[in-house]
C-alpha cells in the first residue's frame, strides 16, 4: 500500500538534489513539502539543546515530512547522511491527493502508526537518563 503512495508522490514529485550534511528540514518549522527519498539516505532526528535523538534513518522508497504535512509543523529535523536524490511535492498538493483517494489515506494512516510504534519502541528502550527527554520531545 505505502509502495503505491511512494509511485504516486514519485510522479508528482519535483527532483531536488541534497549535498550529504545538508539539512532538508528542520524540527519547529512550518511545513512546505512532504519528500520521497530516491537515491541516498536521510537521518530523521530530534533535537534539543541538551541532546540529539537519532530516530530513523531513511533510504530509498521511503516518504518523509508526511506527518508534519498533516499537522502543519516539522516535529523532527531531517538531515541528509550521504549525497541524496529527494521528490519534492508542496504539502498542499500531498494534502489534496490524500482528499481525493482513500486507499492512499489509509497508507497515510498506516505510515503515521507505524511511526509511533517506533516512537513508543524508542522511549521505552532508552536508557532511564534520557526516556524523560524523549517522552518529552514526543508530546512537542
Known amino acids: 500500500m505505502s509502495t503505491n503512495l511512494f509511485r504516486e508522490l514519485d510522479a508528482i514529485a519535483i527532483a531536488t538534489p541534497v549535498r550529504g550534511g545538508s539539512f532538508v528540514f528542520s524540527s519547529g518549522d512550518p511545513a512546505s513539502a512532504v519528500f520521497v527519498v530516491r537515491t541516498g539516505k536521510v537521518a530523521l532526528i530530534w533535537a534539543d ?68 510504534a517506533r516512537m513508543r519502541d524508542m522511549i521505552a528502550n532508552a536508557p532511564d537518563d534520557n526516556r524523560l527527554h524523549l517522552v518529552e520531545k514526543s508530546r512537542a
Not at 540529539?52 to 521511503?62: E, K, N, R
Not at 536524490?85 to 503515521?112: C, N, Q, S, W, Y
Open 49 to 116: 539543546s541538551n541532546d540529539v535523538y537519532p530516530f530513523d534513518a531513511v533510504g530509498p522508497g521511503a516518504i518523509i515530512g508526511l506527518p508534519a504535512a498533516l499537522n502543519g509543523e516539522n516535529s523532527a529535523t531531517a538531515r541528509a547522511v550521504e549525497d541524496s536524490e529527494l521528490g519534492f511535492i508542496p504539502a498542499d498538493r500531498v494534502l489534496e491527493m490524500l482528499e481525493r483517494d482513500p486507499t492512499h489515506m489509509h497508507a497515510t494512516l498506516k505510515l503515521l502508526a507505524l511511526e509511533v
